[in-house]
């Protein structure tokens, strides 16, 4: 069962500023471990392929070297597949972070946390449905937040379908 730093069993739901600023302090920690991911990636990619392309062509060539490297990153980027990786990997990535620091950056550094709505810690299940739903209601032009404003819980659609509460962790 869930207690806050005093001892006490306070459920107080979070504010939605709270939550809202906490989920751009977490979106600016994704952003930025997304950019490096892809530039590990087209940049790692292009680098192994433009030794093998050197090795196997030489000076003289007529290929443009550049021009097909900057061709496979534009493809690799604007590739559907690595968006669902990328998607999948973030889901993955915040359960992992919230199971084992028991709260994401953001919640941490606005003092909130997530809980089931009995107090009790979510199992990793539980956080993979919500981190999944909560990507699906975002990418939906954030609807899956409607929720949270018409009821006293201040729960998300994510919330609600994970049993779960964000509440003040003082």
């Known amino acids: 069962m869930y207690q806050d730093r005093k001892g006490s069993n306070n459920l107080t739901p979070a504010t939605m500023w709270r939550r809202l600023l906490a989920g751009v302090i977490d979106g600016i920690s994704f952003i930025i471990a997304y950019l490096s991911f892809l530039l590990l990636i087209t940049g790692g990619s292009g680098i192994v392929y433009g030794f093998i392309l050197r090795l196997r062509f030489k ?14 990153a534009d493809k690799l980027v604007e ?13 993955l990535v915040f359960t992992f972070i919230e199971v084992r620091r028991d709260g994401s950056i953001g919640e941490k550094w606005m003092g909130i ?10 199992s990793s299940s539980r956080l993979i449905n919500r981190n999944g739903t909560k990507l699906f209601g975002t990418l939906l032009m954030f609807l899956g937040y409607v929720p949270m404003l018409f009821n006293k819980r201040r729960q998300a659609l994510h919330d609600k379908l994970a049993d779960s509460i964000v509440i003040d962790h003082k």
């Open 59 to 72: 000076e003289n060539s007529s290929l443009d070297l550049e021009k097909m490297l900057e061709s496979f």
């Open 79 to 91: 590739s559907p597949i690595l968006y669902l990786f990328i998607s999948i990997l973030c889901v």
């Open 113 to 122: 946390r997530l809980i089931r709505t009995n107090g009790r810690n979510l």
